[in-house]
């Protein structure tokens, strides 16, 4: 199957024909690509249906843009807005010392 070249904050990635840039991330093994105003908490994929808003990126000069619902194209320059951001590996425990916040904490 062929594959798609993109770019995550400069650095080169790649996605299968069909798939959504959330799922691109989340195949390269990116858990969280932008945070939280108030909190700075991580956000990445949360509903996958683009209901709510965590999964937030810039794609192509765009900002705004639900990664789930937007699919991968071949030259797509994806930005999270921080460079480094959402490394392969990361994730809440390492980010956040231990666990995810409870449901309803209001950190959005």
Same mark, same amino acid.
């Given at each position: ?10 650095? %080169? ?8 840039? @959330? ?6 093994? #990116? ?17 996958? =249906? ?6 937030? =990126?810039?794609?192509? /000069?765009? %900002? ?5 619902? #937007? ?12 460079? @480094?951001?959402?490394?392969? @590996? ?6 956040? /010392? ?7 904490? @209001?950190?959005?």
């Amino acid at each position: 199957m062929t594959e798609l070249h993109l770019t995550l904050d400069g650095a %080169p990635m790649s996605a299968r024909p069909g798939q959504t840039v @959330g799922a691109a991330l989340s195949d390269a093994g #990116i858990t969280s690509w932008r945070t939280t105003r108030m909190g700075g908490r991580p956000r990445g994929l949360f509903c996958g =249906i683009g209901v709510c808003f965590d999964c937030l =990126i810039t794609a192509d /000069g765009v %900002p705004n843009q639900r990664a789930c619902l #937007i699919p991968a194209r071949a030259g797509m320059a994806l930005e999270t807005g921080h460079a @480094g951001a959402g490394l392969a @590996g990361d994730s809440w425990a390492e980010m956040e /010392g231990g666990s995810a916040p409870a449901a309803g904490s @209001g950190d959005s």
